[in-house]
C-alpha cells in the first residue's frame, strides 16, 4: 500500500455521505472528571489577571498550589528571553496563559498553556473560568465530590443515601 492508496481510505471513511462515517470532532468532548476538576478549580478563589484585547480576554492563572501572581511576574512572562532551561522553566510553569473569547457562546475554543490542555485541548482551567465568569454552568454529579478530593472510579450514582434526611 502506498501513501496515496492510504489516504484515499482514510478520506472515504470520513466522507459524510457514507453510511456508517466516521465523525470528526471540531470541539473537545467534556467529560465528568473535567467538570469535577474546573468546579474545583473554580471555588479555589486563586487570584487571575486579566488583560483585556479586542475580541478575547487573556487570562494569566497561578500554577499549582499558589493563589496568587504579581504583575511582575506577568510581565517577566510576556517579554523574557532565556539563556537557561531552568530560567524558563521556573517562569513559564508558574503561570497559565488562557485566552477567552468575549462572546460567551465560543468559550469551547479558548486556549491555555498548561500541559493537560496541550494534550487534550482541554483543561480544568478553560472550564473553571467559564464556571466563574458564568458562561456555563456545571452538571450537578461534578459538584458531588469535595474539594480537593478525586472522584472514585466507575459510574456516579444517582440514587441518595438511605436513612439521611434530603
Known sequence: ??????????SKERSPSRVNAKKFEHQPTLTLSYWTDGYNWAKQNKEVISIPQSDKIIYYLPAGE?????????KRYDNCRFNLFDTYKSVYFKIWCLCLSNNPEEW????CTCPSFL????????????????YCKPPPEAKNVAIGTKR???RPSKAR???LLQ
Do not use: F, N, P
Not at 66 to 74: A, C, G, L, P, Q
Open 1 to 10: 500500500m502506498t501513501y496515496t492508496d492510504d489516504s484515499i481510505t482514510t
Open 66 to 74: 499558589e493563589t496568587t501572581i504579581s504583575e511582575k511576574e506577568v
Open 108 to 111: 469551547r475554543t479558548a486556549t
Open 119 to 134: 494534550k487534550s485541548y482541554v483543561c480544568k482551567h478553560i472550564v473553571g473560568m467559564c464556571i466563574r465568569l458564568k
Open 152 to 154: 472514585k472510579r466507575g
Open 161 to 163: 443515601k438511605a436513612l
